[in-house]
């Protein structure tokens, strides 16, 4: 039996606030590799394993927004940054629930 996670935002949300020119941050924890291979348009790339040691560079005064591939490694950060007292951090799943244009 397959099911898929739940998440805090679609992806089809984020495009929409990406096509309205909303203010969030943008955080792919995937592997720089996988990052270069296509990542979502403005993504920011911090590999899970070294974000816990650069959590200065993510913003407290706008919305976080995490992905990974399929929502794993962005649950455990999100999880994380909330364990240290972030309150505005979202999982937004995997890079695989994405149906629009990527960058590379």
């Given at each position: 039996?397959?099911?898929?996670?739940?998440?805090?935002?679609?992806?089809?949300?984020?495009?929409?606030?990406?096509?309205?020119?909303?203010?969030?941050?943008?955080?792919?924890?995937?592997?720089?590799?996988?990052y270069e291979?296509?990542?979502?348009?403005?993504?920011?790339?911090?590999?899970?394993?070294?974000?816990k040691q650069?959590?200065?560079?993510?913003?407290?005064?706008?919305?976080?927004?995490?992905?990974?591939?399929?929502?794993?490694?962005?649950?455990?950060?999100?999880?994380?940054?909330?364990?240290?007292?972030?309150?505005?951090?979202?999982?937004?799943?995997g890079i695989?629930?994405?149906?629009?244009?990527?960058?590379?």
């Amino acid at each position: 039996m397959f099911f898929r996670m739940k998440f805090d935002k679609e992806m089809s949300e984020v495009h929409q606030e990406m096509m309205e020119g909303k203010d969030f941050f943008l955080l792919d924890v995937r592997e720089q590799d996988e990052y270069e291979e296509g990542h979502l348009p403005g993504a920011v790339c911090i590999p899970l394993q070294k974000a816990k040691q650069q959590i200065d560079v993510i913003p407290e005064d706008k919305p976080v927004y995490v992905y990974c591939r399929s929502g794993q490694r962005s649950n455990a950060y999100v999880n994380f940054l909330k364990d240290q007292g972030r309150t505005n951090v979202y999982n937004i799943g995997g890079i695989i629930y994405w149906e629009y244009e990527v960058e590379k």
